[in-house]
Nanobody, 126 residues
Framework: VQLQASGGGLVQAGDSLRLSCAAS????????MGWFRQAPGKEREFVAS????????YYGDSVKGRFTISRGNAESTVYLQMSSLKPEDTAVYYC????????????????????WGQGTLVTVSS
């Protein structure tokens, strides 16, 4: 499985941005897709995840109410719609995939995922 994250860029505080994660695998029916981010000097942080089969989302506390994760209906793509962006959202954002073996809340840490994309940089200026 290969994952390709895209959509990052430089925005101002309060702006919106949508990230995409395109997967090489055609069938993700039994997978969980996740987004993480890593700011300089910090650990990789859980942002959001979604079950491909049912579209059930799960969010990290720092992005609840501002970010929305979704999956494409036909294509193997997962999206992260980010709104009301803050300077502290500045980071490299990574998408990841894991086989769905447990409840969605289980997939809130990097070590729960097997496949990773290369990351896309999001910079939010104040």
């Amino acid at each position: 499985v290969q994952l390709q994250a895209s959509g990052g860029g430089l925005v101002q505080a309060g702006d919106s941005l949508r990230l995409s994660c395109a997967a090489s695998r055609h069938t993700f029916s039994n997978y969980v897709m996740g987004w993480f981010r890593q700011a300089p000097g910090k650990e990789r942080e859980f942002v959001a995840s979604i079950t491909w089969s049912s579209g059930l989302p799960y969010y990290g506390d720092s992005v609840k109410g501002r970010f929305t994760i979704s999956r494409g209906n036909a294509e193997s793509t997962v999206y992260l719609q980010m709104s009301s962006l803050k300077p502290e959202d500045t980071a490299v954002y990574y998408c990841a995939a894991a086989a769905e073996l447990y409840g969605i809340s289980y997939y809130n840490a990097p070590d729960k995922y097997d496949y990773w994309g290369q990351g896309t940089l999001v910079t939010v200026s104040s």
